[in-house]
């Protein structure tokens, strides 16, 4: 048996109706929020940061900055989405309509470029961005166990964590996204995990878990090459364009060696055995075409 409130309710039909009923507005006196059924937590969500708050002067004149490096100025968008996740840890569409009123383009211009690259996060991200690289060489030597190793162990009541989704509240200290990336340009140091785009190299599942430990206890482990590691919304500003200004801790903090011994082999083979590339002549003569 269905009670009259389990009916289905009608079909909406076109058309103004007369409301079944109305409502008179509340005297001055009355304490709206008092008296309403609906929980006070409901009602009174977290104080989040304001749009003008979270794009203010200091943003603008940035984003402004971005723009006035490029002799046309809708070059700076990627540049000005890193902007973004610099403020807010992931492009939102406050950040894209942002961008489109900064460069003078159309959100529908914005949006097409944000959502073609991976590096431009639609969700919010953590602290920590944990990339596995997942692709052919790397899978082989372990990167698929490294990254099915750390979604269980990241994971919540027996469900995994998947891919672009973040253990802990976005953006709170150790707080961690995890991805699986493609290719991360490591094939001689595989299996790799970037850390926010900073290298740890020669992973194991093990050495994998005690790195996301870490980071979840607020430490800091030192990559295995490269700066020292930071936190995602500091690396988004360096990819937006902006650097130390101080020499001394613009190299310590951002232009830290980032070859290895793996890296530097095949050349380091060829000057100890004399090998040189043969000399390109000054006018090289271009291949005859056949005319068609």
């Not at 997942?134 to 009541?157: F, M, P, Q």
């Amino acid at each position: 048996m269905t009670t009259p409130s389990q009916q289905p309710s009608e079909t909406p039909r076109p058309g103004s109706r007369p409301a079944e009923r109305t409502y008179a507005a509340a005297s001055p006196d009355v304490d709206v929020k008092a008296i309403s059924p609906v929980a006070d937590e409901v009602t009174s969500p977290p104080t989040q940061p304001s749009v003008a708050e979270e794009f203010g002067p200091e943003i603008e004149a940035k984003a402004g900055e971005l723009a006035a490096r490029y002799p046309q100025s809708r070059s700076a968008l990627l540049p000005m989405l890193h902007l973004v996740q610099s403020v807010q840890g992931y492009v939102s569409q406050e950040g894209i309509a942002f961008c489109a009123r900064q460069l003078d383009l159309t959100e529908a211009e914005v949006s097409a470029v944000a959502t073609f690259y991976t590096m431009y996060k639609r969700r919010p991200c953590g602290q920590h961005l944990v990339s596995v690289c997942t692709n052919t060489l790397c899978a082989v030597l372990g990167g698929d166990d490294i990254y099915k190793r750390l979604s269980e162990h990241l994971g919540e009541d027996g469900k995994p964590l998947g891919h672009e989704e973040t253990a802990g509240e976005p953006g709170e200290p150790g707080s961690i996204t995890l991805e699986h990336a493609e290719c991360l340009a490591a094939c001689d140091l595989g299996p790799v995990i970037q850390v926010n785009y900073e290298y740890f190299d020669n992973q194991t599942p093990e050495k994998a878990v005690e790195l996301v430990d870490a980071l979840r206890r607020g430490e800091k482990p030192q990559p295995t090459r490269g700066a020292p590691l930071t936190d995602f919304k500091s690396v988004e500003r360096q990819l937006a364009g902006f650097f130390p200004e101080e020499e001394d801790v613009f190299r310590s903090d951002v232009d830290a060696p980032s070859q290895a011994v793996e890296t530097l082999r095949g050349a380091q083979l060829a000057a100890d055995r004399g090998w040189t590339a043969p000399v390109m002549p000054e006018n090289a003569p271009l291949p005859e075409v056949e005319a068609k």
